[in-house]
T-cell receptor, first 114, second 114 residues
Framework: DTEVTQTPKHLVMGMTNKKSLKCEQHMGHRAMYWYKQKAKKPPELMFVYSYEKLSINESVPSRFSPECPNSSLLNLHLHALQPEDSALYLC?????????????FGPGTRLTVT | QKEVEQNSGPLSVPEGAIASLNCTYSDRGSQSFFWYRQYSGKSPELIMSIYSNGDKEDGRFTAQLNKASQYVSLLIRDSQPSDSATYLCAGAHRSGAGSYQLTFGKGTKLSVIP
C-alpha cells in the first residue's frame, strides 16, 4: 500500500481566514514533504520533515506554517494568504531510510484564495 | 545549480507506437532518478525509479540511465490513449537525515492518438 491521504480535496478561503491542510500516511515512512504546484508547472518543494523534525524550509513566507505532530501526520497551517497562493498543495512521503528515495504523493488539496 | 531539463512537448505518437521521453540533469551528485505521470488536475504518480546505469523494465515501461552523459529516458511501448499525460522527470539528492530533495524537470506532455 503506497497511499498518502490529504484533506480537504478543495478549499476556498478569504485572505483573512485561517485554515489547515492535513496529510496522513500509514506506510511507516519517516520523511514527509509539502509541495506547491501551479498550473502547467512542476511541483515546488516547500518543506521537508525528517523524523518529525523540520529539515528544509525553502524560503517559504511565514503565512505558511508546517507542523508534524507525529510520524504519520503532517499539517500545513494557512493564515493571511494572497490570491497568488492559489495552487494545488501536495503532500508526499518517503521511507527515510537513506536507501530508498521514492516519494509518493497524495491526491492534493486544490486551494483557491479569494 | 541543480537542474533537470525536459522537452516540454507536446509529444504526439499514434496508438501502439513507442513513446520516447528524455531528460538531462546537471547535478552529478544526483544518484537516483524517477519518472512521474501526472494526469490533468491530478497529483503525480510514481511509475519508474532507476538508480544505476543501464535499463530497467517494468511492464510496458523502460527507464534508461546514463550517468556519464547525465541522461535519463523513459520508453513506453505499445502506447495507449490512457498514457496521455504529462511525464515529470526528477532527480534526487540528499537533503537531510533520511530525506531527499527532488528536482523536477518541467514535464513533457504526451498525447497518444487513437
Amino acid at each position: 500500500d503506497t497511499e498518502v491521504t490529504q484533506t480537504p480535496k478543495h478549499l476556498v478561503m478569504g485572505m483573512t481566514n485561517k485554515k489547515s491542510l492535513k496529510c496522513e500516511q500509514h506506510m511507516g515512512h519517516r520523511a514527509m514533504y509539502w509541495y506547491k504546484q501551479k498550473a502547467k508547472k512542476p511541483p515546488e518543494l516547500m518543506f521537508v520533515y525528517s523524523y518529525e523534525k523540520l529539515s528544509i524550509n525553502e524560503s517559504v513566507p511565514s503565512r505558511f506554517s508546517p507542523e508534524c505532530p507525529n510520524s504519520s501526520l503532517l499539517n500545513l497551517h494557512l493564515h493571511a494568504l494572497q490570491p497568488e497562493d492559489s495552487a494545488l498543495y501536495l503532500c508526499a512521503s518517503s521511507p527515510g531510510t537513506g536507501r530508498d528515495e521514492r516519494q509518493y504523493f497524495g491526491p492534493g488539496t486544490r486551494l483557491t484564495v479569494t | 545549480q541543480k537542474e533537470v531539463e525536459q522537452n516540454s512537448g507536446p509529444l504526439s505518437v499514434p496508438e501502439g507506437a513507442i513513446a520516447s521521453l528524455n531528460c538531462t540533469y546537471s547535478d552529478r551528485g544526483s544518484q537516483s532518478f524517477f519518472w512521474y505521470r501526472q494526469y490533468s488536475g491530478k497529483s503525480p504518480e510514481l511509475i519508474m525509479s532507476i538508480y544505476s546505469n543501464g535499463d530497467k523494465e517494468d511492464g510496458r515501461f523502460t527507464a534508461q540511465l546514463n550517468k556519464a552523459s547525465q541522461y535519463v529516458s523513459l520508453l513506453i511501448r505499445d502506447s495507449q490513449p490512457s498514457d496521455s499525460a504529462t511525464y515529470l522527470c526528477a532527480g534526487a539528492h540528499r537533503s537531510g537525515a533520511g530525506s531527499y530533495q527532488l528536482t523536477f524537470g518541467k514535464g513533457t506532455k504526451l498525447s497518444v492518438i487513437p
